[in-house]
C-alpha cells in the first residue's frame, strides 16, 4: 500500500524560528512535491523536485527551501518562519501523473 | 494567474441525486485531469483521471467528462451519499513538458450530501 508520512499533523511555532517539515515515501517514487493548502486558495506548489538533490522552484517558493539528499526523503524548511506562513502543508509523491498524499501538517505561527 | 478554476466553493444536493463539479482550466498543454478528494485535516485522495486522448472516464459512480475545445471537465457522482461530503479538487498537469508529474490545482469546491 502507497505511504507518504509527515513527521507532524500539528506544530505550533514562533516567528522567526527556523522549522523543518519532514515527508518521507515508501515507494521509491522520483517525483516529491510541497503544496499549501489556505481556504478560497486551493492547493499551492511551493517547490517540488524530480530526482536526489535536484529541485524546482514552484509557484510560491518565497520564504521557503527544500531539501532532497535520499529519494525516498524531502524537506521544506521555513528560513524564518513567519504568521502568514501559518497553513496546511501537503507533500505528495509520484511516478507520472497521479500523486499520493500524506497526511497534511497543520502549521500554526504565533 | 489561475490556469485550474473550479468557481463554486460550495454545491450542496439530497442524497440519492447527481453532483456535479465542475472544473475550467486555460493552458491548451494540459494533456492529463484528475480529480481529488479531501477530508478535513487528511492529505487528498486520488478519485479518477482522465486523459485529453479521452472524452469520459467511468469508476462506479463517479465519471469525469471533458470537454476539450471549451477547457472544461466535470465530475458527476450518481447517486449521491452523505460520505461524499467532503472538499474536491480539481488538477491538471502537462505531461509532455515532463516536468516529473506537475500538477497545477484549483481552487475547490466544498460537496455537502444531505440525507
Known amino acids: 500500500d502507497v505511504k507518504v508520512t509527515q513527521s507532524s499533523r500539528y506544530l505550533v511555532k514562533r516567528t522567526g524560528e527556523k522549522v523543518f517539515l519532514e515527508c518521507v515515501q515508501d515507494?521509491?517514487?522520483?517525483?516529491m512535491f510541497w503544496y499549501r493548502q489556505d481556504p478560497g486558495l486551493g492547493l499551492r506548489l511551493i517547490y517540488f523536485s524530480y530526482d536526489v538533490k535536484m529541485k524546482e522552484k514552484g509557484d510560491i517558493p518565497e520564504g521557503y527551501s527544500v531539501s532532497r539528499e535520499k529519494k525516498e526523503r524531502f524537506s521544506l524548511i521555513l528560513e524564518s518562519a513567519s504568521t502568514n506562513q501559518t497553513s496546511m502543508y501537503l507533500c505528495?509523491?509520484?511516478?507520472?501523473?497521479?500523486?499520493?498524499f500524506g497526511q497534511g501538517t497543520r502549521l500554526t505561527v504565533v | 494567474d489561475q490556469q485550474v478554476k473550479q468557481n463554486s466553493p460550495s454545491l450542496s444536493v439530497q442524497e440519492g441525486r447527481i453532483s456535479i463539479l465542475n472544473c475550467d482550466y486555460t493552458n491548451s498543454m494540459f494533456d492529463y485531469f484528475l480529480w481529488y478528494k479531501k477530508y478535513p485535516a487528511e492529505g487528498p485522495t486520488f478519485l479518477i483521471s482522465?486523459?485529453?486522448?479521452?472524452d469520459k472516464n467511468e469508476d462506479g459512480r463517479f465519471t469525469v467528462f471533458l470537454n476539450k475545445s471549451a477547457k472544461h471537465l466535470s465530475l458527476h457522482i450518481v447517486p449521491s451519499q452523505p460520505g461524499d461530503s467532503a472538499v474536491y479538487f480539481c488538477?491538471?498537469?502537462?505531461?509532455?513538458?515532463?516536468?516529473?508529474?506537475?500538477?497545477?490545482f484549483g481552487q475547490g469546491t466544498e460537496l455537502s450530501v444531505k440525507p
Open positions: 515507494m521509491d517514487h522520483e517525483n
Open positions: 505528495a509523491s509520484s511516478l507520472r501523473s497521479e500523486a499520493f
Open positions: 488538477a491538471a498537469s502537462a505531461r509532455i513538458y515532463n516536468q516529473g508529474g506537475k500538477l497545477i
Open positions: 482522465i486523459s485529453s486522448i479521452k
